[in-house]
């Protein structure tokens, strides 16, 4: 069965310094993986993707991504969190017809 | 309007209620989404339409009935429901439906805040 594990449900940094959201999955084949961010009282913002072109993936707001398939990892970094950082983050994969599945959410807290 | 609209953002209803919350999306997209977020729990999906007919109903209880009359609007109409069917509901949006190999960007609403009594 395919499935995502975020592995923190809440990661406290300060503003300034690097930020590391751990996902882990698990599949038979090589998955659509992606995070999505959700700030308090929005909707999800898609933050970036991996779809096998390359396994570092820069996305938006300054956030990559690298794709390890011998961890079966898919962690979330930024060098330097800003304030406006702090939110909830999830990780999830694409399986066929449109069907999304999302991990459990990181709560990533940034202080000044 | 831009993006995806949903209203009412937050409905506090009785168990013997019936009402309706309404999704629109402004982007030209064919594909719509109803997600079900509750605390403490992962995001779940509840239905996909694409090109206005229901690809997924994943499970969902008959008290919940989508409606999809265009591209452009996702309706869930909702009666007798439960305490426990108090959550977040989210609409969201694509351009095509997400698929292995290929993220197809889903754009979401705000969501309505839904307590039931």
Known sequence: AQSVTQLDSHVSVSEGTPVLLRCNYSSSYSPSLFWYVQHPNKGLQLLLKYTSAATLVKGINGFEAEFKKSETSFHLTKPSAHMSDAAEYFCGFNTNAGKSTFGDGTTLTVKP | ?117
């Open chain 2, 1 to 117: 309007e831009t993006g995806v609209t949903q209203t009412p953002r937050h409905l506090v209803m009785g168990m013997t209620n019936k009402k309706s919350l309404k999704c629109e999306q402004h982007l030209g997209h064919n594909a719509m989404y109803w997600y079900k977020q509750s605390a403490k729990k992962p995001l779940e999906l509840m239905f996909v339409y694409s090109l206005e007919e229901r690809v997924e109903n994943n499970s969902v209880p008959s008290r919940f009935s989508p409606e999809c009359p265009n591209s452009s609007h996702l309706f869930l109409h909702l009666h007798t429901l439960q305490p426990e069917d108090s959550a977040l509901y989210l609409c969201a949006s694509s351009q095509g439906l997400a698929g292995v190999g290929h993220v197809n960007e889903q754009f979401f609403g705000p969501g309505t805040r839904l307590t039931v009594l």
